[in-house]
């Protein structure tokens, strides 16, 4: 088994169980503009990265009102209620736990550099990280850039490193980074969606630890 040394954490819906807040907002933005809701199960199997994309499938049209201007909008109302979603069971001491092996650890996120500093720094755990890595916009295109600045950051050879992820496009993250990668499926896509991830996919990040220590 491979020695890791370091663990880069995606945050939303791996580490932040924020899901059910994002189906909220969708459900309601859809309901405003005339369309059927969307339910949880409904949401984790068409959601996907850019997230542009997803919008676009599940019904919004961009050509009146750029996108942006809706991300921002949604970013506004998910601001309002962040910190009334909770980690998911067990992150504190898992990351403790790891840490006791000598594993370091990162946040690398598609989240707004500015809103993953403080909501990271809210939760107190803050001081678990090395590095916190998100964006510097609002618009979820995605995060290969970021990881792979990351990486140039990390005092670790690649097979010292995995990601732990809840999408496919963490899987991709880390295809592209080099590095290995492991996928939970309690986060933002549906099991029958990550049934394309190339790495192992696992029910919760104390089963990640499996695979890692």
């Known amino acids: 088994m491979k020695k890791y040394r370091h663990i880069i954490w995606d945050w939303n819906g791996t580490l932040i169980d924020d899901t059910a807040l994002c189906v909220e907002i969708m459900d309601s933005e859809l309901k405003k503009i005339g369309l059927d809701g969307l339910t949880i199960d409904e949401y984790r199997r068409k ?12 019904g919004f049209d961009f050509s009146d009102t ?6 921002q909008k949604f970013i506004d109302r998910y601001s309002e209620k ?4 909770d980690l998911h069971f067990g992150v504190e001491a898992i990351i403790s736990k790891c840490s006791k092996y000598d594993i370091t ?3 690398l996120s598609a989240y707004s ?4 500093d403080e909501a990271v ?3 107190g755990i803050d001081n678990l990280f090395e590095n916190i890595k998100g964006i510097s916009d609002n618009f979820a295109g995605g995060k290969v850039d970021e990881g792979l600045e990351l990486l140039k950051q990390l005092d670790y050879n690649k097979d010292q490193v995995i990601l732990v992820g809840d999408t496919l496009h963490d899987n991709e993250v880390a295809d592209a980074m080099g ?15 990550l049934r394309k991830a190339t790495s192992p996919v696992v029910s919760s990040i104390s089963e990640a630890l499996i695979h890692i220590i």
């Open 121 to 123: 720094k809210h939760y």
């Open 105 to 107: 650890h990162s946040i």
């Open 179 to 193: 590095i290995d990668s492991i996928i939970v499926k309690n986060g933002h896509q549906s099991e029958m969606v």
């Open 66 to 71: 750029p996108y942006e201007k809706f991300a």
């Open 47 to 58: 959601f996907k990265f850019p997230v542009k994309d997803f919008y676009e499938e599940i």
């Open 113 to 116: 550099q500015k809103y993953l």
């Open 82 to 85: 962040r910190f009334d979603c």
